[in-house]
């Protein structure tokens, strides 16, 4: 922006300059026949030209810059000249900044969340085994430790992004991968990327702050089919046991309804026998003549002994 302005000057200056002096633009000269006639001036034309070169080289070599910290950033104003890591001071800038290139720079730094994805990374589990990775999470810088943090790594944050930030990401998930069985990653995936969380914060809280990460873990194919069998026998274990569950039951129930045929049977039998008992202590001789004459027609034996017509006791 400096260089563009000082072009421009250089412009408006060399404009003024020719039109201040353009009566000097043609000059008088007599002919040989005594006559007047005018012709351009070529010195004329020199001052306005040198003013504008003046100002194209200027803009060309200038050192200065004028730039704008945007809003949710914090600026840096580096002093390159020092001899503490090649940095003497620093100052926070915010709005327009005037800085001479030669010997300061200028940084900004977001202090709102980042999101980050990185690409695919190996990771051993305990017990060896291998899984990979593709990290996504978000960030935020704190604001008072930035200046620190450049003293340290002398980089803008798109370079501490895909270096120191990503090793730091990727360390912390290996090291809590290590003391996880491979199995229990999957199986308590929410418990295990909130260790990871929890070590990234513990190892990255001078500068940074991580959430919400997801590790995006996938197994080696030969594993992720034993996790697939594995899981497969165990839904068909439970599958079984409740199939057995069910017969249990279902024997259960039958057996509870032989018992209550077998009961009501034993029931009404005795209850047959205690009727006949009570019958049999009713019965008595008169009772049972009783009976024969209820029964009786009122028609006498046919057989009679001799033609006497004698009855015959027959007993």
Avoid at 141 to 146: N, R, Y
Wanted: glycine share 6%; with cysteine.
């Amino acid at each position: 922006m400096i260089s563009t302005l000082i072009f421009i000057a250089g412009l408006i200056i060399a404009a003024l300059t020719a039109f201040t002096t353009r009566d000097a633009m043609y000059v008088t000269k007599k002919d040989r026949w005594g006559d007047d006639n005018e012709t351009l001036n070529i010195r004329w034309l020199i001052k306005p030209i040198a003013i504008f070169v003046l100002g194209l080289f200027l803009s060309i070599i200038q050192p200065f810059a004028l730039d704008r910290v945007d809003a949710g950033h914090v600026g840096i104003k580096v002093n390159l000249t020092g001899d503490k890591r090649g940095v003497s001071s620093y100052e926070y800038k915010t709005g327009w900044v005037l800085y001479n290139t030669w010997t300061e720079q200028m940084l900004e730094f977001p202090t709102f969340q980042q999101h980050i994805e990185y690409k695919d990374q190996t990771v051993i589990t305990k017990g060896g085994f291998a899984a990979s990775i593709k990290p996504s999470f978000n960030y935020s810088l704190k604001p008072t430790a930035i200046g620190n943090m450049f003293e340290n790594l002398r980089l803008d944050i798109k370079q501490i992004e895909q270096g120191w930030l990503m090793n730091a990401i990727v360390s912390s998930v290996n090291d809590v991968a290590n003391k996880w069985e491979v199995d229990a990653i999957f199986n308590n995936r929410e418990q295990f990327e909130a260790a990871i969380v929890a070590e990234c914060n513990k190892r990255l809280s001078k500068w940074f702050e991580v959430s919400q990460l997801r590790t995006n873990i996938t197994p080696p194919k030969a594993l992720q089919q034993a996790i697939e069998s594995k899981t497969k026998a165990v839904q068909e274990a439970q599958a079984a046991m409740q199939r057995k569950l069910v017969a249990e039951a279902e024997a259960q129930e039958k057996i509870a309804i032989a018992k209550g045929d077998s009961a009501k049977v034993i029931i009404d039998a005795q209850a047959s026998a205690l009727a006949t008992k009570l019958k049999q202590k009713e019965i008595t001789p008169l009772y049972v003549e009783y009976l024969k004459a209820q029964a009786w027609d009122g028609k006498l034996p046919t057989t009679v002994a001799g033609g006497a017509g004698t009855f015959l006791n027959i007993k």
